[in-house]
């Protein structure tokens, strides 16, 4: 739903930075959701490799598990795997061997760990941890491998996210192509992938909202902000009771336009206006006051394009005074 006023003002403040909030809030639930599945899913597992007396498997599974999030059972498991590992080990080897174990431990992980088997080398560092709970080296490495584990997941989140938004935007589903390149952009906020799809939906939005483009440049098209009514006579104008009016609305090209304004009598007058590009067309905002006069009075505006191409369009009220105002009464008031 905040796609469409983006398409419109790409620029807004309040937009951007509520768009920021949905973006992060999306990935973090995401993330949440994602990581409590695999930490379950990892914990069965390992709980399998723990009865099936696999210990160094079971740890490094548990150790996975935890680096998702801190669990107090997967916790008493590992331990349990740890201690059934060192037993053991300790019962097969003396110290001198089980110094070797460990630097032949630390040295088939890091092979493990250079050929992408991030899980082997994971489960093949547990001995060493059990052997040598300290050792820095062995501890470092679990830690590269385990966020190397997170980088993973991460990549294959966006893959999956960059595949949807492909899959929507070529569908025609524009807000659900948006809504996927932005959880990509939160995890990866400079992906030029989601970048072209964002603008590409936006792209299509703007399309969608202000029509489809001509084949040939055609005069620029004037919207007012419209508050007229029938009248008896089938013309139509804005009743008034205050002599202070403003003329506000935009104009839809595809190239800023100049917009010259003109009071009752032709008399010019000066207004703002300001152009600003939306996807294949730009949006050319106009304001324009002034004093009424009692009774009907039409304002006329040209809008003229880089092209040369101009339109105009007019716009009528109808000021009647309130009692107050009248002379009638400013007299009475006066008199008394």
Known sequence: A??????????????????????????????????EARAAELRSRGGSLLEQGDYAAASGVFQQALSLRPDVEVQR??????????????????AAARRTQVVAGISDARELEAAGRLSDALDRLQPVLVLDPGNTEALGLQDRILQAQQDALRSDSIGRALAEARTELAAGRFERAISAAN????????????????????????????????????????????????????????????PDFRLSGVVIDNSPVDVVFF????????????????????????????????????????ATDSAGLSSSGEYTVVYTPPFFRSPWFIGVATAI
Request: net charge negative; no cysteine; hydrophobic share 35%.
């Open 2 to 35: 905040l796609g469409k006023g983006l398409a419109v003002d790409p620029d807004n403040p309040e937009a951007v930075s509520r768009m920021e909030d949905l973006r992060q809030e999306v990935v973090r639930k995401e993330r949440e959701r994602d990581d």
């Open 77 to 94: 498991l590992l331990e349990q795997a740890q201690a059934g590992l060192r037993e053991m080990v300790q019962a097969e080897q003396d």
């Open 183 to 242: 959880r990509v952009l939160a995890q990866d906020p400079g992906n030029a992938a989601a970048l072209e799809h964002v603008r590409s939906a936006y792209r299509e939005i703007s399309l969608r909202l202000v029509g489809a483009r001509s084949v040939e440049n055609i005069p620029p098209a004037i919207r007012f902000a419209d508050f007229r009514q029938d009248q008896e006579d089938g013309s139509r104008a804005q009743p008034m009771q205050s």
């Open 263 to 302: 009071a009752p009598g032709d008399r010019e007058i000066a207004g703002t206006s300001t152009s600003q590009p939306v996807g294949e067309y730009y949006v050319t905002e106009f304001s324009v006051g002034d004093r009424l006069a009692e009774g009907s009075s039409t304002f006329r505006l040209v």
